[in-house]
């Protein structure tokens, strides 16, 4: 027996669900037969992968190491096979985003718009790379975002088009004193500390430490987290956080407007002009554009922003 792409990604599956039995509903096949699958590819590494008890399958010290070489090489085989097929002529569109929620909006309208192509969704932790991804087009489109004073340029044979700019707002614990105020001044919260980003990007460290700086204080960044642990910190009164206007909210969270709106950014959208997307870019932006306002009606604090402020132009 040769090792092959699908006993990597079977192996991966029984993993990442922990059991045999979940990783076969997963893959639409059935527990026997990846079972099966299981002890050949185990007789043929020499040893097991994965210890099997009541609480499911874990994986042995081999089954670690042929998991980390695995995850590796998934992702080049998947690439090798998208770019065989754009070669073949077949259309295959690789969307960029960080976690907007604008790139759901952006699969659906292509499916919509082209609807015989394949279309893949690739998220990155910081958006500072999307752009070179789109220059070297690994990527066909992409949601990025800059800031006031620090707009983004387009590398040759890529084009942006501005979908909406968007206050940064600011979320603290309910039991904060300042969380009963319509609107927060930065000033005002001179001596909390901040929770960032694990990977954000230069643009939005910038943008922050300035308009803290004409506020009249260094931030001080308590922590840098992902979004999960920011939020239970938040609201457990450890630190203050930036949030989209757009946001839902988090429970035990106040988002609240800054006074003067001193934070901001830009939705963009990103492409390669010589791709696929470029005769429908038009169609597409008009769309997400729409899909950004119905996404906005959701949010009770943006709604009572905007009929005080109205939409927010460009700095």
């Known amino acids: 027996m040769e090792l092959e792409v699908r006993h990597l990604r079977a192996v991966c599956a029984i993993a990442d669900h922990g059991s045999i039995s979940k990783a076969a509903a997963a893959l639409k096949t059935s527990q026997p037969s990846l079972a099966a699958q299981l002890r050949r590819i185990e007789s043929m590494f020499g040893s097991p992968l994965f210890e099997r008890g009541r ?164 931030p001080k960044i308590g922590c840098e987290a992902t979004l999960s642990v920011a939020v239970d910190l938040i609201a457990a009164s450890r630190c203050v956080g930036m949030f989209q206007a757009t946001s839902r909210g988090y429970p035990g969270i106040a988002i609240r407007p800054l006074s003067g709106t001193p934070l901001s950014f830009r939705h963009l959208i990103g492409w390669t002009e010589a791709g696929p997307v470029d005769p429908h870019i038009a169609e597409l932006v008009a769309a997400v554009r729409r899909a950004y306002w119905t996404d906005a009606e959701k949010s009770a604090v943006y709604q009572d922003w905007l009929g005080r402020h109205g939409p927010l132009a460009q700095p």
Not at 91 to 96: E, I
Not at 165 to 182: K, N
């Open 55 to 218: 609480e499911g399958a874990s994986p042995t010290p081999l089954g670690e190491w042929v998991l980390a070489r695995s995850r590796s090489l998934l992702p080049a085989f998947e690439e090798l096979r998208r770019d065989g097929m754009r070669f073949a002529g077949r259309r295959v569109l690789r969307v960029g985003c960080m976690s907007s929620h604008l790139a759901l909006h952006i699969i659906g309208t292509l499916r919509e718009l082209l609807p015989d192509a394949e279309v893949t969704l690739r998220t990155e932790e910081a958006m500072d790379v999307l752009p070179s991804l789109l220059r070297s087009r690994r990527l066909e489109l992409a949601t990025l975002a800059d800031y006031p004073g620090l707009p983004l340029t387009p590398p040759a044979g890529v084009g942006y088009a501005p979908v909406a700019w968007e206050p940064i707002f600011v979320g603290l614990a309910e039991s904060h004193p300042l969380a009963a105020r319509r609107e927060i001044d930065l000033a005002d919260l001179a001596e909390e500390e901040w929770s960032l980003p694990v990977m954000i990007e230069v643009g939005h460290r910038e943008h922050f430490g300035e308009a803290c700086a004409r506020a009249g204080f260094v």
